[in-house]
Nanobody, 117 residues
Framework: QEQLVESGGGLVQPGGSLRLSCAASGFTFSRYDMSWYRQAPGKHRELVAVITPVASTDYTDSVKGRFTISRDNGKNTVSLQMNSLKFEDTAVYYC???????????WGQGTQVTVSS
């Protein structure tokens, strides 16, 4: 059974930091692109960051220089370090695994991040 479980969300003040983690199981983690998406109230889900099996990364412009995605293929985990958080980073953050070769994609249940003073 393929599964992604996120953790690490919470309430933080503007300028603060949070670290999200996603634990994967049930599939060959090292072969998948791993991504973090987010969805704010009333908005579409958007791609935040992606890391390939060889650790190439890309970020949406609004988080460049503030967020860092990383993966540990030995522990089947992907993390998102979020620094200098802003009000507009408030959203539910989702972990995604995608293999374009096999055409499979899995989603976690999401974790809430709220940036508020």
């Amino acid at each position: 059974q393929e599964q992604l479980v996120e953790s690490g969300g919470g309430l933080v003040q503007p300028g603060g930091s949070l670290r999200l983690s996603c634990a994967a199981s049930g599939f060959t983690f090292s072969r998948y692109d791993m991504s973090w998406y987010r969805q704010a109230p009333g908005k579409h889900r958007e791609l935040v960051a992606v890391i390939t099996p060889v650790a190439s990364t890309d970020y949406t412009d609004s988080v460049k220089g503030r967020f860092t995605i990383s993966r540990d293929n030995g522990k089947n985990t992907v993390s998102l370090q979020m620094n200098s958080l802003k009000f507009e980073d408030t959203a539910v953050y989702y972990c995604n695994a995608a293999s374009y070769g096999s055409g499979t994609s899995y989603w976690g249940q999401g974790t809430q991040v709220t940036v508020s003073s």
